[in-house]
């Protein structure tokens, strides 16, 4: 099976409020973890990454979170806007694997006006 | 500067019939990729080319699939004959430097491949 999962398939969000989007992953090799947004009809879109030497980062409007204790990543996405309607992705990889990715199935947020 | 380009964005096609899509990346990236995302599930990879190398191949059904990316610039990934199964997005996507775990892939639009 798959190393990286979602907790939820689905997020609906009011506007301004944040968003936390949660993530699992089983290969504890991992030290490198890469959360995604893709838009219906485009490809992913990288949003922030982090090593697993750091525990968080943040970017703008967005924050990820790892816990390395429970194997878990989480992406806050700060004051959502309708334009953060996506499916987010977490995707994490390992020094040996030369950029292999591991994606996870994908949140579906949706943002309510 | 121009993102990953793909062609054609949409094919429908029967089962057991060919069909081949093309990647261009972005202008000096040395890594390649092509992935396949079934609808509902994240991309999962199929093959990744360093300049006109092949790096990972291990996840390609070689008996249908094949990709080549001749001069290390442009790719095409080939399904040749066609399942039912391989309906999906094929998205390519490329990288600056050698493909190592912190190099930022930027992804394509994708083709949509729907086998009837």
């Known amino acids: 099976g798959e190393s990286v999962g979602l907790h939820l398939p689905t997020l609906s969000v009011q506007e301004g409020d944040n968003s936390i989007i949660n993530c699992a992953y089983s290969n504890s090799a991992s030290d490198y973890f890469i959360w995604y947004k893709q838009e219906s ?46 499916v987010y992705f977490c995707a994490e990889t390992h020094g040996g694997s030369q950029g292999n990715l591991i994606f996870g199935k994908g949140t579906k947020l949706s943002v309510k006006p | 500067e121009a993102g990953v380009a793909q062609s054609p964005r949409y094919k429908i096609i029967e ?17 390649l990729y ?37 001069k290390g610039v442009d790719s095409t990934l080939k399904i040749q004959p066609a399942k039912l199964e391989d309906s999906a997005v094929y998205l390519c996507a ?16 994708g083709t949509r491949l729907t086998v009837l």
């Not at chain 2, 490329?94 to 639009?109: E, I, N, R, W």
């Open chain 2, 34 to 70: 092509w992935y396949q995302q079934i609808l509902g599930q994240g991309p999962k990879l199929l093959i990744q080319f360093q300049n006109n190398g092949v790096v990972d191949d291990s996840q390609l059904p070689k008996d249908r699939f094949s990709a080549e990316r001749l």
């Open chain 1, 41 to 86: 009809g485009k490809g992913p879109q990288f949003i922030i990454d982090i090593r697993s030497n750091m525990d968080k980062r943040q970017g703008q409007r967005v924050t990820v979170l790892l816990n390395k204790t429970v194997k878990h990543l989480s992406l806050q996405i700060a004051a959502t806007q309708p334009g953060d309607s996506a």
């Open chain 2, 94 to 109: 490329s990288s600056l430097a050698v493909g190592g775990p912190v190099d930022t892939q930027y992804f394509g639009p």
């Open chain 2, 15 to 31: 089962k057991r019939q060919s069909v081949a899509f093309w990647c261009n990346p972005i202008s000096g990236h040395a890594t």
